[in-house]
């Protein structure tokens, strides 16, 4: 026990325990400092407004800003939007990104959906009207053919 005391007051043992702490700490400061440098700590890229631009000119843009796209989704049709059309994009326009992110769009798609047609035959124009509405279809020209069945029985009476 007396030698163990001895140890832990000689001049050797303080010596080692300096060393040590010295040498910890300048292995966390170097380690701290390495970390900045490899993120690119306070380095940001503000995000780009990317809606209502169109896919094809998508990548010199974001080359030019030195960020990425990856496209998310592109299940959404809209008639009114040409195909291709970014709609939505994460991260939000005007958010703080390092260089090199990838930012993930949602797009419009470029073939229309296709969707079964309904039987419209034997109802009434209205009634065929509704239908193809519910199912977001878009009448175009209508042409009047009058029933050859009720024709006879006009001329017929």
Do not use: C
């Not at 001895?6 to 300048?26: D, G, K, P, Q, T």
Request: proline share 4%.
């Amino acid at each position: 026990m007396g030698s163990l005391l001895a140890y832990l007051r000689s001049r050797f043992f303080w010596l080692n325990v300096i060393a040590a702490i010295i040498m910890v700490m300048l292995l966390l400061g170097l380690t701290y400092h390495w970390l900045n440098k490899y993120t690119h700590h306070g380095e940001t890229i503000t995000v780009p407004e990317l809606r209502k631009k169109n896919i094809s000119e998508l990548g010199t843009f974001l080359k030019y800003k030195q960020l990425n796209f990856s496209v998310s989704d592109s299940s959404i049709y809209d008639i009114k939007l040409s195909p291709g059309t970014i709609i939505e994009q994460d991260p939000k326009p005007n958010e703080k990104v390092k260089e090199g992110r990838t930012i993930y769009v949602t797009i419009t798609r470029f073939n229309a959906p296709e969707i079964l047609m309904p039987d419209l035959i034997d109802g009434s124009y209205r009634q065929a009207e509704k239908i193809l509405q519910s199912l977001g279809i878009k009448i175009g020209e209508t042409i009047y053919k009058p029933d050859l069945a009720k024709m006879r029985y006009w001329l017929f009476r």
